[in-house]
């Protein structure tokens, strides 16, 4: 996961270092991914609400820190490559999809029944409507994380290999590396952390 590791350069093949190391994160995402969704028609039940709160939050922590800036900013590198009208259109969906997923994972988060599944015990979710809630918006995290994911693979992947030269990627290299310093510490123990959780979670 995010260490230094996946950012060093390979001579020669530094275009597909990045491609590599996004395809890497993809792999994890459609795994904790695949686990909400096994979780979602069981979210009445409080321990799989539960489960379901503890790998959302580390996805949308994966997210947050390191994967969309990690896209973003080969978006913005890709955005200078002279791109047709359409593939303008599939990096600003892109982009707009990173701040929906965002969106939709706060609105799980500040459900009362999602603060009350990341805590064991007797805090259980108890009332109908906020279950209610909490289903509707965790479904629709879902959906969007899900139509991202197909849509990266299917219009994002083939534009990066059309247009991501040796020189961009080394630009994205060097803001990935200024961002991962940000991330030392705190931030990456607590989501090597989450990801530890859930992975143990998901193989119980
Ligand atoms: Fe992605
Ligand atoms: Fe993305």
């Known amino acids: 996961m995010g260490d230094e590791r996946v950012f060093a350069e390979r001579p020669g093949q530094r275009n597909s270092a990045v491609l590599e190391r996004l395809q890497v994160d993809h792999e994890r995402l459609a795994e904790s991914l695949s686990a909400l969704e096994a979780l979602l028609v069981r979210l009445d039940d409080d321990s799989a609400a539960r489960a379901f709160v503890l790998h959302l939050e580390f996805t949308h922590e994966f997210c ?100 991501l030269t040796t020189r961009a990627t080394a630009r994205v290299e060097a803001l990935a590396r200024d961002l991962l310093a940000t991330l030392v510490g705190k931030p990456l123990e607590r989501l090597a952390a989450l990801d530890a959780t859930s992975r143990e979670l998901a193989a119980g």
């Not at 890709?78 to 929906?100: D, I, K």
């Not at 997923?101 to 500040?110: D, G, H, K, R």
């Not at 029944?113 to 805590?119: M, V």
């Not at 959906?143 to 990266?152: P, T, V």
Request: aromatic content about 6%; hydrophobic content about 45%.
């Open 64 to 163: 947050e820190l390191l994967h969309f800036p990690l896209e973003d900013a080969l978006l913005e590198v890709v955005l200078e490559a002279g791109l047709t009208p359409s593939e303008r259109r599939v990096v600003f969906v892109n982009l707009a999809q990173h701040q929906v997923i965002y969106a939709e994972a706060l609105t799980v988060l500040e459900q009362p029944a999602a603060e009350a599944s990341s805590e064991p015990g007797p805090r259980a979710i108890s009332r109908a409507t906020s279950r209610a809630e909490f289903r509707r918006a965790a479904e629709a995290y879902v959906r969007a994380l899900r139509g991202h994911l197909e849509f990266e693979d299917r219009h994002l992947q083939p534009l990066l290999r059309r247009h």
